[in-house]
């Protein structure tokens, strides 16, 4: 795989299925509609990239992209719900048959619902929560897998969380979701170890996007969607295995991680919890 970052104007030979491929790397972004996928896509495109931008907002999103001046043929959009698996593997063919194989793959979309386990209808929250940050991720890598080996070449990006590293109270199917996005993708990266198809891991801290601001308590070293995507796309650029973003929240993670559990228990007592679904 060529430098994600590396000048405009240097081309690259590909082709699929017999159809040429432009000289300008891909990326296949998930959940681009808003927040942290929209704020990559914006990232990508201004470093020259070409971008397979997948949503259920489509037309939404397709005005977006209008509307940052990116050229007709520097972009498509994907309908398809990551939580389906047959709606975001199609998503992920038609990306092949018309753009080619992705150089990077970032799975983004995900949700993030409060529960109580003694509710019956959390329960679903959780099955959902696991259906779309867990298998959808594992089916947005589906389809380029097979392709990216036999190319030699791409990278595969899941989009963990700090909630992953530690559970917290109200918080446990996004917690228990990110803790197996971080398992999910180290296995991957195992699997494909000599492939030449690198696995990343992203976990974001706290990032100001129309998800967090609902957020009810508070928010240490909350950053800007455009610097956590910048960030991130250095991060996948030099092909690292593990970052967390910002460090700060990286340090923290990790003394959290080291707590005996009735510390960590006391210090997170009576801490507001994260919004079940109806909850305002």
């Known amino acids: 795989m060529n430098p994600p970052d590396r000048p405009q104007g240097e081309t690259r030979s590909a082709q699929h299925a017999g159809t040429p491929v432009t000289d300008a790397p891909l990326a296949f972004i998930t959940g681009a509609s808003s927040g942290i996928g929209q704020a990559l896509a914006r990232r990508y495109h201004q470093a020259g990239w070409r971008l397979a931008l997948v949503a259920r907002r489509t037309v939404e999103t397709s005005a977006w992209a209008q509307g940052e001046g990116m050229a007709a ?55 959902r929560t696991l259906a779309t940050n867990n298998v959808g991720l594992a089916a947005t890598f589906h389809p380029f897998v097979a392709p990216m080996r036999s190319r030699g070449s791409g990278t595969l990006v899941g989009i963990a969380s700090v909630a992953g590293i530690r559970g917290l109270p109200g918080h446990g199917a996004y917690s228990a979701s990110k803790a197996a996005v971080i398992s999910y993708c180290e296995s991957l990266r195992g699997e494909l170890r ?29 950053m800007r969607a455009e610097d956590f995507a910048d960030a991130a796309y250095r991060t996948i650029a030099a092909g690292r295995s593990y970052r967390v973003i910002p460090w700060q929240m990286g340090v923290v993670a990790k003394l959290l991680r080291a707590l005996p559990n009735p510390v960590f228990d006391r210090l997170l007592a009576g801490r507001p919890r994260k919004h079940r679904q109806n909850e305002r």
Do not use: E, H
Not at 99 to 122: E, F, H, K, L, Y
Not at 199 to 209: F, H, R
């Open 73 to 127: 043929d520097r972009w498509r959009v994907y309908a398809a719900d990551v939580a389906d698996i047959d709606s975001i593997v199609a998503a992920g063919q038609a990306c092949i048959a018309q753009q080619g194989v992705p150089d990077v793959v970032i799975a983004n979309a995900g949700i993030s619902i409060g529960m109580d386990t003694a509710d019956r209808a959390d329960l679903d929250v959780l099955a």
């Open 194 to 222: 000599g492939t030449g198809v690198r696995v990343v891991t992203i976990a974001p801290g706290y990032v100001d996007t129309p998800l967090t601001r609902k957020n009810r308590y508070g928010m240490p070293f909350l």
